[in-house]
């Protein structure tokens, strides 16, 4: 089984990486493709997001961070909703046949305030599409996550032109951006992100 999931904003939070190990255990192969620090609108909801990471990678999932300055550079068509050079959509697709497509988020302020909507289809040829679709922005609009040679800190590969690009810190996301999120981070309850 394989499960792609793009996901915008703060849907991945304590309820998505349980999933993942679970996932794992079962052979299930997970890719995700969320905003980086620099494409979140929000930047304090990457807060949340953040703490989860190091244990998405551990549980096996293979994980993308959309870049605002390579999704608009990015000649090839993408998800709607990514002109701005952030994802909101939220899409996944399973065994290359079942296509969720909506606004949920995995968070209780989706589950209990926020008025969501999703639309579930059983339908190959739409999975096909939408897996293109994620594909090209993984591939042409995002870094990929991995581990260090240390197996602890993180990575972020860009592939290139000239080739990968391999970079050790939160790709494009300003000194401001950093300092915010090292402050008040921590501190950001989930049930309000």
Known sequence: MRIVVALGGNALLKRGEPMTADAQRRNVKVAILTNSLAANDVPLVHAGYMRYRV????????????????????????LPSMSLGRL??????????????GSVNLDPRSASTNTELGLLAMCPALATQVLEVIGLAQRG??????????????????????????????????PLMHLQNLLFGPFVPEQLL
């Open 88 to 101: 909101h959509t939220k899409a996944a697709v399973i065994d290359e046949s079942i296509v969720y497509l």
């Open 55 to 78: 244990e998405l990678l551990r549980n096996g999932v293979d994980l993308y961070e959309l870049s605002p300055t390579r999704m608009i550079r990015n000649d090839e068509s993408l």
């Open 141 to 174: 609009s995002a870094y990929r996550l991995r581990f260090a040679s240390d197996g602890a800190s993180l990575e972020w590969l860009a592939t290139t032109d000239s080739g990968d690009v391999v970079l050790t810190q939160e790709p494009e996301a300003t």
